[in-house]
Each structure stands twice: as C-alpha cells, then as structure tokens.
C-alpha cells in the first residue's frame, strides 16, 4: 500500500514538516563573493572560461566598489611569456581604483597556473567584483 502524505508528515525520521515556519532553524552562512576572472581569446574574444576567485578580499570589505581590471597575457609551448601585463579596460584607465585590491589581484595572478589551463596563444583575463 502506498503511504499517504498525511501518513509520511508523522515519521520520526523525516520530520521536515516540524520545523517549517519556525524561528528556531539553523541558519545557513553565505560565503562572500571574493572576485570573478574571465579569461578571453584575444583573436576574437571569445569566452574560454570564466569563473569565481579568491583574491583575498571580500567584494565588500574594499568599501566602495572598486572597477574590473584587465590584463593580457601571452603562452607558448613552454608556457607563460612573462607575468600577465595590465591594459585599459574601459575608459576609466587602469586599475580598479583601490590600490589594495590592485596589489591582491596582481599577487593572484602571479601563482595562478594560466600555462596548465590554457593552449598556446594571446588571452585577455578580467578580474573584476
């Protein structure tokens, strides 16, 4: 015989219904969004992969939002030529316009491994908020 609802809403075991409505529910912690990259082809600019990224900091925690960030970078076979170079990204010029979280993104990209994750060819990364 199949159980009815009324039936499953008893069970010991399950009891979800029990605390539905109630103020006494654990609350679950939201992680801070740290930053995003973005990585493009420079031939075309088409996506390669984008994806969320600890810099370091908390979007928030930098006060006032700060502006995405582009750097370019080149790989061969032998992997990364040189550390990723910033370019303007927007009218705004360069940087995010927070001197720290400039310092943070420069540090990340450093020890990110782009030669592991990306063929040969010219790429445009964006980090931003």
Not at 48 to 56: A, L, W, Y
Not at 57 to 77: F, H, K, M, Q, T
């Amino acid at each position: 015989e199949i159980p009815k609802l009324s039936d499953l809403l008893g069970l010991e075991h399950w009891g979800i219904a029990q605390t539905m409505g109630r103020l006494t529910q654990p609350k679950f912690e939201l992680y801070a969004r740290q930053a995003f990259l973005r990585v493009e082809q420079m031939a075309d600019g088409s996506l390669v992969f984008e994806e969320p990224v600890k810099i370091g900091i908390n979007v928030g925690d930098s006060g006032d939002e700060w502006r995405p960030v582009a750097y370019v970078c080149s790989i061969d076979l032998q992997g990364l030529v040189g550390p990723p170079l910033e370019v303007p990204w927007t009218d705004n010029g360069l940087g995010t316009g927070k001197p720290e979280v400039d310092a943070l993104i420069r540090n990340f990209l450093g020890t990110l491994p782009l030669s592991s994750r990306l063929r040969p060819g010219q790429y445009r990364l964006i980090v931003g908020p």
